[in-house]
């Protein structure tokens, strides 16, 4: 695929993005993608052959952008400490999107669609959200900005309190005083205090 193709393709996804956001999962179809992107149905299919492939797309592209923030503090040389704050705070502002947030749109694809476990894309970010953060959690004991007895225990327990959160901020809403408290709550249970 050239250069143009690739540039097509993520323009494609990113307006589907938009529209996965507003609708949900299951009411997009490739007509209001077409919409959206401002492209012939055609021109649509030469990249996807469907919602559900154009989906995966959008959640593989929303995966990279969570991983993007570890390493991005990495590339800052900041210390395994700022790098959890600036992880928990995309994760914050994640949580609070009232009206464009995908997780919803994740759970009805994962209701909609037999998703064979090996082929899961919404556990596949998960368990790399896990192993991302148990490495920093690593690296924040061994730099001694963290204290934590079992690094892998940690990273789950965070990763399945922000899951919760963005669940019970589209069900049942949850404040900004909530999220942090959470947050609080994680950076404490690490031995590191908020100022």
């Known amino acids: 695929m050239g250069e143009k193709s690739l540039q097509k393709k993520k323009y494609i996804v990113e307006k589907a993005k938009d529209v996965f956001y507003k609708s949900g999962y299951r009411a997009v179809t490739m007509k209001d993608i ?37 390493e991005s503090g990495k590339a800052k040389n900041a210390t395994p400490g700022e ?14 999107k009232k ?4 997780t919803m749109a994740a759970y009805e694809y994962m209701f909609e669609n037999k998703i064979l476990e090996t082929d899961n894309p919404i556990k596949k970010s998960f368990l790399e959200n896990v192993s991302a953060l148990e490495n920093l959690i690593k690296e924040g004991v061994e730099q001694e900005w963290m204290v934590c ?43 590191m205090v908020i100022k």
């Open 83 to 96: 790098i959890m704050l600036m992880f928990l705070d995309e994760q914050k502002k994640a949580i609070l």
């Open 34 to 70: 077409v919409e959206a992107c401002n492209i012939s149905r055609g021109g649509l299919y030469l990249y996807f052959t469907n919602t559900k492939e154009l989906f995966e797309a959008v959640l593989e592209e929303e995966r990279i952008s969570t991983a993007s923030v570890i």
């Open 99 to 102: 009206k464009d947030n995908l």
């Open 149 to 191: 007895e079992d690094a892998a225990e940690a990273a789950k327990n965070i990763s399945y309190t922000i899951e919760g959160l963005k669940v019970s901020a589209q069900t049942i809403g949850v404040s900004a005083e909530a999220v942090d408290r959470e947050i609080e709550y994680i950076m404490g249970i690490l031995g």
